[in-house]
């Protein structure tokens, strides 16, 4: 196989992912050791993460196969991408968010969710939320007060009556 089918196929391999990702996660590791690397790495797959280090001129192809070409601007230097496909868009932006505040070294560059590419400041503040079962809890407790509260009013209005009639 010859350089040029290969580079093609890895331009095609990283367009894949960037379009097949729900939440990508672009990152500047220089600085990191190898334990950290491996630390970080082995996080991102108990998440399944994919994390993976391409050169940035055959990323900037992929991105402009998949019409992301906001991106090109962060792909300078040593830059590691995180992909997500899982329902969880927040998981990659968490765990890597988490890595940077113990690990000065890594630097978030800019994400993609869902088809959108997404500042520094947006992927900390995705990575702030909570989780997606924090949330869906959130959620269920917000939906059940009204219950919980019509059932508690109906129980007192049936104890005041009982202290009424007896």
Same mark, same amino acid.
């Given at each position: /196989?010859?350089?040029? $089918?290969?580079?093609?196929?890895?331009? @095609?391999?990283?367009?894949?992912?960037l379009? $097949?990702?729900?939440s990508t996660?672009?990152?500047?590791?220089?600085?990191?050791? +190898?334990a950290?690397?491996?630390?970080?790495?082995?996080?991102?797959?108990e998440?399944?993460?994919?994390?993976?280090?391409?050169?940035?001129? /055959?990323?900037?192809?992929?991105?402009? $196969? +998949?019409?992301?070409?906001?991106?090109?601007?962060?792909?300078?230097? %040593?830059?590691?991408?995180a992909?997500?496909?899982?329902?969880?868009?927040?998981? %990659?932006a968490?765990?890597?968010?988490?890595f940077?505040?113990?690990?000065? @070294?890594l630097?978030i560059k800019?994400g993609?969710?869902?088809?959108? +590419?997404?500042?520094?400041? $947006?992927?900390?503040?995705?990575?702030?939320? %909570?989780?997606?079962?924090?949330l869906?809890? /959130?959620?269920l407790?917000?939906?059940?007060? %009204?219950?919980r509260?019509?059932?508690?009013?109906?129980? @007192?209005?049936?104890e005041?009556?009982?202290?009424?009639? @007896?």
């Open positions: /196989m010859s350089v040029r $089918e290969t580079k093609q196929q890895l331009v @095609a391999e990283i367009a894949d992912k379009r $097949e990702s729900k996660i672009v990152v500047d590791y220089r600085g990191l050791n +190898v950290e690397v491996t630390e970080l790495r082995k996080q991102l797959r998440a399944n993460i994919d994390f993976k280090v391409y050169k940035n001129t /055959m990323t900037r192809r992929a991105t402009a $196969e +998949v019409e992301l070409t906001e991106l090109d601007a962060t792909l300078v230097g %040593p830059t590691a991408i992909f997500s496909n899982d329902e969880d868009v927040v998981a %990659p968490k765990i890597i968010n988490n940077a505040k113990e690990h000065d @070294a630097e800019a993609v969710i869902e088809g959108r +590419v997404t500042s520094v400041e $947006e992927v900390k503040a995705l990575a702030e939320l %909570p989780s997606r079962e924090g869906l809890s /959130m959620l407790s917000v939906l059940q007060a %009204p219950m509260n019509f059932a508690l009013a109906t129980k @007192a209005v049936a005041q009556k009982e202290e009424q009639g @007896a």
